[in-house]
């Protein structure tokens, strides 16, 4: 980790050239003090060397690399006055080169920030990029740029269309509300669309544009999707899932097979429903009537700390690969201290489940190149004579486990009754956290955590049977009350109810990638995703612990478990550039 550190900061140090509002990049960059200290820094997921970063955007695979943009403050690593895309290239999503910022402020559809946007590949394998501008009136303006040169598969710079913006805050929008356009589609009229969220009168929305050359664009009477008092909707994605398959889809791809999700984020969540689009009346009819709100009732990505997520189609492998911002739970004085801020999720491949009703994330299978020293166990029994088990063999605060969990002996009368209709799943974990007995559960897992468990994470399950739908429901927690003892730390709970049939079948799986400061957990295959922020004083690096635990007043076994240390991706410079030497 020291030596990939040290790397990644000369990297930036070196390829930093361009113009910023009138300052030199170069200048400002310089390597955070106690680099070598520190141990929040993550060994896998996608993180700059050094300063604030936010949103991905506009992913996407060309000429066989992959590409990762993301929102960057070059000055700090606190979010400025000045935000610019990061641009980074890979050929495995895994190991990445850090190339020059993409796009920066340079004309005045942009002169005070380039924000987020999407990649859309036209026909003939062009790229075109749709960002949002603030220009020097501070109005969200849309903009456009495509590479330079398309011979050069890293697509290093890149050129603004000379008529930005092409799009500017329609009436009774405020000019601060209205940002983030989507990967636009082909309808079968031939007419491209895109979609921007806005907010009117506290009402957010998703205002679909339509265009023959993408260039000039015409608003449509009516959002594609909208909700009240929802405020302002930010990076909305609307792409195809085809039933019956885990495959990815074209943005323009249609047919009766092919159901279409929305996603908005707002109040700090990434919501999304599925329903039925039709292009030749621009309506957006979702499924069981379940409109996006904000309500215990509507969907989300991940039940944790996740947001602004951005997906693509990966065409190389039929599969579209899902991007997430992990903002920091540390307070600003340490990110500024520690001199970064922000990490993305590891890219999670994404389908419709069986029922048609929800989406499955699964970290993409490129992640097994890192595995290393695999840990298995089965039939190991948790109950209240030995409650608790270290797993070893594995580098605990860089690791991928997978471990399923046999319930013993449920019936409806053991176990706790509950009514989830009306249950806030995020104040049961907190009320009922990982110390709180039940019948079946909490049990799951003690990540980063002292040996003596003073600090701990805790990944469990707990069920409870409802009277009311007649059926075993199924909790799912990220208890972060103990994660650290550190103060000023945001420790808030996480917690959702993961569709399992224990009926007809007693067993659950978790799934969960640690990273020093990140732990993504993916329930039961991946229909539950809760990420959280970790900041443990004592357990980090060779002192964190991984346990197995059940501190419910039932025996659960683990059926299986494999466990795996994970190497350090690769993150380099760009050989092209020259040193900052």
Known sequence: M??????????????????????????????????????????????????????????????????????????????????????????????????????????????????????TILPGNIPMMLYTGSDSKSRQVQDLAWPKNLSDPFLREWVKYEHNPIITPPDGVKDDCFRDPSTAWKGPDGLWRMVVGADRDNNGMAYVYQSTDFKTWTRYDHPLSSAEATGTWECPDFYPVPLNSTNGLDTSTYSGSVMHVMKAGFQGHDWYTIGTYSPDRENFLPQNGLRLSGSNLDLRYDYGNFYASKSFFDDSKNRRVLWGWIPESDSQEDDIEKGWAGLQSFPRAVWIDRSGSQLIQWPVEEIETLRQNEVKLENKKLDSASPVYEIQGITASQADVTISFKLEGLTIEDTEHLDTTSADPQALCTERGASSKGAFGPFGLLAMASKDREEQTAIFFRVFYDQKIKRYSVLMCSDLSRSTVRSNIDTTSYGAFVDIDLQNNNEISLRNLIDHSIIESFGEEGKTCITSRVYPKFAYNEDAHLFAFNNGTRSVTISKMSAWSMKDAEFVIDQTVKSAA
């Open 2 to 119: 020291k030596s990939l550190v040290s790397i990644l900061a000369l990297c930036f140090l070196g390829i930093i050239g361009t113009e910023a509002a009138g300052r030199n990049l170069k200048d400002v960059i310089s390597l955070p003090s106690q680099r070598f200290q520190q141990p929040y820094r993550t060994g896998y997921h996608f993180q700059p060397p050094n300063n604030w970063m936010n949103d991905p955007n506009g992913p996407m695979l060309y000429e066989g690399v992959y590409h990762f943009f993301y929102q960057y403050n070059p000055y700090a690593a606190t979010f400025g006055d000045v935000i610019i895309w990061g641009h980074a290239v890979s050929y495995d999503l895994v190991n990445w080169i850090h190339l020059d910022p993409a796009i920066y402020p340079t004309h005045e559809a942009d002169s005070k920030s380039c924000w987020s946007g999407s990649a």
